[in-house]
């Protein structure tokens, strides 16, 4: 199978920096988009940002300037630099990826999906 382990949580106050890394392994030929979600309390999660294997980037209007999805395709490892926090980013952030395990899965586009196990970021005001 395909793990996703996050790390870089924790507790910043506001104006401050945080810098999420998630790390794929297990069975893996090949790694299409990584992405960062995010889920505040009592709110849907949400995609914060996304990256292509191509390094093609995409934000969330609310972190748009202050966030940079950045990967390294040798090591399965996407990172989320987080700048100038807010209050309103404190959530539980989660890693996704799309996984292709095999040469067949890739040609025939039928991708794992797989997630972190989330990691608690707060911001403090």
């Known amino acids: 199978q395909v793990q996703l382990v996050e790390s870089g949580g924790g507790l910043v106050q506001t104006g401050g920096s945080l810098r999420l890394s998630c790390v794929a392994s297990?069975?893996?030929?090949?790694?299409?988009?990584m992405d960062w979600y995010r889920q505040a309390p009592g709110k849907q999660r949400e995609l914060v940002a996304a990256?292509?294997?191509?390094?093609?980037?995409n934000y969330a209007d609310s972190v748009k300037g202050r966030f940079t999805i950045s990967r390294d395709n040798a090591k399965n490892t996407v990172y989320l630099q987080m700048n100038s926090l807010k209050p309103e980013d404190t959530a539980v952030y989660y890693c996704?990826?799309?996984?292709?395990?095999?040469?067949?899965?890739?040609?025939?586009?039928?991708?794992?999906?797989?997630w972190g196990q989330g990691n608690l970021v707060t911001v403090s005001s």
């Open positions: 297990g069975i893996i030929f090949k790694i299409n988009a």
């Open positions: 990256i292509t294997r191509a390094g093609i980037t």
């Open positions: 996704n990826a799309e996984v292709f395990q095999s040469r067949t899965s890739y040609y025939t586009n039928n991708p794992l999906d797989a």
